[in-house]
């Protein structure tokens, strides 16, 4: 086992290590002891694996109740995380190809789109998440 420690790396067999013998020391006869060495001993440290805790959704990520258009748009969903609706969104847009050929940072509405993006026939990708703010109910 190898471990770096910067400039120097040490390496471990399991066992204890003595570098007297090493070629890094001349002076010292093979099989004696100096006061100076010290010897290397490796050592495993596991800390106990703890369990992960589950957090409560904030922010974005907590279900909000939605008004009754948005709720007709999404099947019915009372309550959803922003994120999600916004991912439905974007499913339904990709998968009715509302997106201008020309330019796909806009997007076309059908009637489904315009019952919550009020009433627009075009917005840019960037309004949507402004124009759903209304539909997250406090």
Not at 2 to 11: K, P
Not at 12 to 25: K, R, Y
Not at 67 to 92: C, D, N, V, Y
Request: net charge positive; hydrophobic share 40%; with cysteine.
């Amino acid at each position: 086992m190898a471990v770096s420690l910067g400039l120097f790396s040490v390496f471990s067999t399991g066992g204890t290590a003595s570098f007297a013998n090493s070629a890094s020391f001349p002076s010292v006869r093979p099989g004696a002891h100096h006061a100076n060495v010290r010897t290397v001993t490796s050592a495993t440290v596991s800390k106990p694996v703890a369990e992960p805790k589950k957090r409560e959704p904030r922010g974005i990520m907590k279900p909000r109740r939605v008004s009754p258009e948005m709720q007709e748009f999404l099947g019915g969903m009372s309550e959803i995380p922003r994120t999600q609706a916004l991912k439905l969104i974007w499913a339904h847009i990709k998968g009715n190809n509302l997106q201008d050929p020309q330019n796909k940072k806009v997007i076309i509405c059908d009637e489904k789109l315009k019952t919550i993006f009020d009433g627009k026939e075009r917005v840019g990708f960037l309004e949507i998440a402004g124009l759903i703010s209304p539909h997250f109910l406090k």
